[in-house]
């Protein structure tokens, strides 16, 4: 694979993360970001973690397939890792990370990886859909929308996760995170985010969910998602929920 000249935001967090698929274009850029912020390591971490969580939570209660928006680079403890039984459909919009992707995934026949546009489902390929997650739309499924709400205004946002809602067969479930306000003081990381970044107050991100029902552990801190002992010691930057499509 060529070296990209621009960072990702995928192989930064990969590289946050502790893994091996990233370039020195994105070293640089996250250590440029550590500089104007500081703790990016360990908010990253805690929020894999919470996706962790979030996705034994749906399979132990009987899912078996999952699809994922905006997923990034598919190592590190991502979907397939922490549900080795479930199959799994990665998507994103980045050529290159899908390009990553699909060679890291070329030995399996459980999760693939494919090009899908979050707020157009019709965008995913039907035959890599119905392959790895079988029953769409006639079984539950799990979907992960991570890291996407704060690129999407409030209006998109919204009409995205109600068209997944009508999609998604009763008794699919939802993980969702959202960001805070914690870049608010921080005005050159800010700045490094871009004019498409949307910060919310906690209040904000309920009503956004719609139709979809947050589990009885609400919409917090993902560090404090049912989490065993003390919630790790990171800033309040990301939220998170799973929410259902009620069976009845």
């Avoid at 990702?8 to 550590?34: C, K, Q, Y």
């Avoid at 079988?134 to 409030?154: Q, T």
Wanted: glycine content about 10%.
């Amino acid at each position: 694979m060529s070296e990209p000249d621009q960072p990702s935001t995928a192989r930064m967090i990969d590289f946050w993360l502790g893994g091996e698929h990233h370039f020195p274009v994105d070293v640089a850029a996250a250590r440029a970001f550590e500089g104007a912020y500081g703790p990016c390591a360990a908010i990253f971490r805690s929020l894999r973690d919470f996706l962790g969580r979030a996705v034994r939570s749906i399979a132990d209660a009987g899912v078996d397939g999952f699809l994922v928006f905006g997923a990034g680079v598919p190592s590190q403890g991502n979907v397939h890792e922490v549900v080795p039984d479930a199959t799994v459909l990665y998507t994103d919009v980045d050529p290159v990370t899908i390009r990553l992707g699909q060679r890291l995934l070329a030995g399996s026949d459980r999760a693939g990886y494919g090009f899908g546009d979050a707020t157009d489902i019709g965008t995913i390929d039907p035959a890599q859909l119905h392959r790895f997650v079988p029953g769409w739309g006639r079984r539950p499924v799990g979907v992960v929308f991570l890291g996407l709400a704060a690129f999407l205004d409030d209006a998109t946002l919204a009409r995205t996760l109600d068209e997944l809602y009508e999609a998604a067969a009763p008794g699919s479930f939802l993980a969702v995170d959202f960001d805070s306000e914690e870049l608010a003081t921080y005005p050159a990381a800010l700045a490094m985010m871009g004019p498409a970044f949307r910060m919310r107050p906690p209040t904000a991100f309920p009503p956004l969910l719609g139709r979809w029902r947050p589990t009885a552990d609400g919409v917090v801190p993902v560090a404090e998602w049912r989490t065993q002992g003390e919630p790790a010691p990171v800033p309040d930057a990301f939220y998170g929920a799973v929410a259902t499509k009620p069976t009845a």
